[in-house]
């Protein structure tokens, strides 16, 4: 079983910057690959990044250029790093994390981004 807490999330100006953590714990093997995903309201939930345990990463266009995502391994964390914040960035971003043995995702409980205008 793995526990993902996620923290950094706020209000923010556009322009601003926000990073976002996402922790992991729980008895588990190894952690796969892990992402961060985000919901605003009536939308679906969309993948913003995510980052292989080999650090290979994936970005939605709408995101590139101006979010970073990283891990460190020895702590079970990844992070989002969210630079040059728009409006339509305002949403609740969600960690989700994979597990090979056995296969499984899990999901944070969502952490709130607002950016105004």
């Known amino acids: 079983q793995v526990q993902l807490v996620e923290s950094g999330g706020g209000l923010v100006q556009a322009g601003g910057s926000l990073r976002l953590s996402c922790a992991a714990s729980g008895s588990f093997f190894s952690i796969g690959a892990m992402g961060w995903y985000r919901q605003a309201p009536g939308k679906q939930r969309e993948l913003v990044a995510s980052i292989t345990s080999g650090g290979s990463t994936k970005y939605a266009d709408s995101v590139k250029g101006r979010f970073t995502i990283s891990r460190d391994n020895a702590k079970n964390t990844a992070y989002l790093q969210m630079n040059n914040l728009k409006p339509e960035d305002t949403a609740v971003y969600y960690c989700?994390?994979?597990?090979?043995?056995?296969?499984?995702?899990?999901w944070g409980q969502g952490t709130q981004v607002t950016v105004s205008s």
């Open positions: 989700n994390a994979g597990t090979l043995i056995p296969p499984n995702q899990y």
